[in-house]
């Protein structure tokens, strides 16, 4: 298993941005799809961006054109640059692996995730 550690969230006010970071302690990114999940107060963790070994990326339908996806695979490093950030952006927010993009598991078990919380 491979852990890893997410950082970056903070409390920010709406139309404010945020960059997260996710280190893992291994060289696994090379390798596999990379994904950032959030998960609000109530709801069920869902996928919030994709990106494969290759590069391509993909988003859900409500941070697309405000949120990016990156990858540094000699720093084992993933980012989510957040834009324009909304209040129902609030979430903690978790990193991952997948073995490709659109699969419904990751390959890892969960961190302890970086609150992300927007004020209006």
């Known amino acids: 298993q491979v852990q890893l550690v997410e950082s970056g969230g903070g409390l920010v006010q709406a139309g404010e941005s945020l960059r997260l970071s996710c280190a893992a302690s291994?060289?696994?990114?090379?390798?596999?799809?990379l994904v950032w999940y959030r998960q609000a107060p109530g709801e069920q963790r869902k996928l919030v961006a994709t990106?494969?070994?290759?590069?391509?990326?993909s988003y859900a339908d409500s941070v697309k054109g405000r949120f990016t996806i990156s990858r540094d695979n000699a720093k084992n490093t993933v980012y989510l640059q957040m834009n324009n950030l909304k209040p129902e952006d609030t979430a903690v927010y978790y990193c991952?692996?997948?073995?490709?993009?659109?699969?419904?598991?990751?390959?890892?078990?969960w961190g302890q995730g970086t609150q992300v919380t927007v004020s209006s």
């Open positions: 991952n692996t997948a073995p490709y993009s659109g699969a419904t598991y990751v390959l890892n078990s």
């Open positions: 291994g060289s696994i990114f090379s390798a596999n799809a």
């Open positions: 990106i494969t070994s290759g590069g391509s990326t």
